[in-house]
């Protein structure tokens, strides 16, 4: 069981924009608007840079997981990560590749928003670029002025 190249190429990738939020995953936030579950996740991503240096990398983990369960659809991204050898895994191997993507999830935020030197997040536009999908548009401002756009993909749950 091995995630291939291409699957781990795709997993950053989805990372690095956003990657996908279920509208269920929303809804379990307690919205349904894709515009405020994206806000919620930057408001916990936020306050958690901002407490980085005090909780270290095991508190960052800690505190992001369980924002990471509740805003991504870490099993469908996953499952397009690794492609058509998804269908090839017995159940133990899915089980432990979907426990290994989120840990590998977590770990990048947990990694790469280490501390808080004025970063802004902004949450922009909410675009349909199909039927049942919604686009919502953000930068993450760096603290040199330098925007860096993240897009997140919403699909019905």
Not at 44 to 63: H, I, P, S, W
């Amino acid at each position: 069981m091995t995630l291939n190249r291409r699957g781990f190429l795709i997993a950053a990738a989805m990372l690095a924009i956003g990657g996908g939020i279920s509208t269920s995953h929303a809804a379990a936030q307690g919205t349904g608007d894709p515009k405020a579950a994206v806000q919620a996740f930057y408001d916990a991503l936020e306050d958690t840079m901002k407490q980085g240096e005090q909780l270290g990398f095991e508190g960052r983990y800690k505190k992001l997981d369980p924002v990471i369960q509740q805003t991504f659809d870490v099993p469908v991204m996953a499952k397009i990560a690794i492609g058509s050898e998804w269908t090839q895994f017995t159940a133990d191997e899915k089980t432990r590749m979907l426990e290994a993507f989120n840990r590998y999830m977590v770990t990048t935020y947990a990694a790469r928003f280490d501390t808080y030197k004025g970063q802004k997040f902004e949450v922009g536009e909410v675009k349909q670029p199909a039927e049942n999908r919604a686009l919502v548009e953000t930068k993450l401002i760096r603290s040199n002025g330098e925007p860096v756009s993240l897009n997140y993909l919403f699909r019905p749950g």
